[in-house]
């Protein structure tokens, strides 16, 4: 795997994440996280990094891995999961995408 171009050179605090969250004082730096990624983004960061690579698609934790890899190659102080079988009710609205990397 490619060093990323995002990297700086800080250890993940996800207690310091928590302690900003939760207002417990000023936090030393600001933590870098993303609530959503969008599926063709995350796989043109791993196509361009070879971010898979020695990564089998048959296994059973190949997402959860691949998951892990991108966040942390983006230099994020967590890593984002879900629920399973657990549904919110959304409201989603329609709109012509317009991005480079259309789906």
Known sequence: MDKSPFAVDVTPDWQGLVDCIMRKGTPPRVHHIELFLDLEVQEAICRRYHLLDGLSSDSPDFVLQASVRIQRFLG??????GLDDF???????????TAHLQR
Do not use: G, K, S
């Open 76 to 81: 994020y102080d967590y890593v984002r999961c």
């Open 87 to 97: 549904e919110a009710p959304l409201e989603r609205l329609m709109t012509q995408d």
